[in-house]
């Protein structure tokens, strides 16, 4: 099983510039991710999706958009990017469930540079 | 609003070694509380998960517990040996995944 595969592993960008970051999961998963990790912050939620056509807001959205078309795929675009949003960035899946959620699959993550 | 705790931040401990990690949460209305493993550079590898209605989750040396009235769950990892070294983060689990800044658990041989 392929499990959470995310796309680029490495990208450099200039300030203002734009891109997507892809996530795609083959386990049938309903829910869907995105996290970003910086140094001394933990892994803070970005946005998430309980299924498809349905996204919403996390704890840092600011400068990320999302949509999620289908159960496979959840990608994360940024929109103008900027030097704080440099950061490794992680895609994970999960079944949801009545009463809760099973086990959450991380991507290997992106790690993302701008300058 | 959740918080997820884990203390200590650092950790060094012989090969060989028994040990405990910890980690807290606020609320403890949760479904689910997840131990990751992260190697320096990589993703986050699954451990355990304890269900909300379960006390502890057991896989080969490892064992986690949950106290959801307490706010607590532990991670107690025996005979540690040095591919134990990584950081171990722990995730509370409503809505969504809270997680605290982790444990730097490094064995020395």
């Known amino acids: 099983n392929a499990g959470v595969t995310q796309t680029p592993k490495f990208q450099v960008l200039k300030t203002g510039q734009s891109m997507t970051l892809q996530c795609a999961q083959d386990?049938?998963?309903?829910?869907m991710s995105w996290y970003r990790q910086d140094p001394g912050m933990g892994l803070r939620l970005i946005h998430y999706?309980?299924?498809?056509?349905?996204?919403d807001q996390g704890e840092v959205p600011n400068g990320y958009n999302v949509s999620r078309s289908t159960t496979e795929d959840f990608p994360l675009r940024l929109l103008s990017a900027a030097p704080s949003q440099t950061s490794v960035y992680f895609c994970?899946?999960?079944?949801?469930?009545?009463?809760?959620?099973?086990?959450?699959?991380f991507g290997q993550g992106t790690r993302l540079t701008v300058v | 609003k959740q918080e997820v705790t884990q203390i200590p931040a650092a950790l060094s401990v012989p090969e060989g070694e028994n040990l405990v990690l910890n980690c807290s949460f606020t609320?403890?209305?949760?479904?689910?509380l997840q131990w990751f493993r992260q190697d320096p550079g990589k993703g986050l590898t699954s451990l355990l998960l304890?269900?909300?209605?379960?006390r502890e989750q057991t896989s080969g040396r490892l064992n986690a517990s949950l106290d959801k009235s307490s706010g607590r769950s532990t991670l107690y990892i025996a005979a540690s040996q040095p591919g134990d070294s990584a950081t171990y983060l722990c995730?509370?689990?409503?809505?969504?995944?809270?997680f605290g800044t982790g444990t730097r658990l490094t064995i020395i041989p």
């Open positions: 304890i269900q909300s209605s379960q």
């Open positions: 609320d403890s209305a949760i479904y689910n």
């Open positions: 994970a899946s999960s079944y949801s469930m009545t009463g809760g959620y099973t086990e959450a699959f």
């Open positions: 386990m049938n998963h309903e829910y």
């Open positions: 999706s309980v299924g498809a056509g349905i996204t």
């Open positions: 995730a509370a689990v409503d809505e969504k995944l809270t």
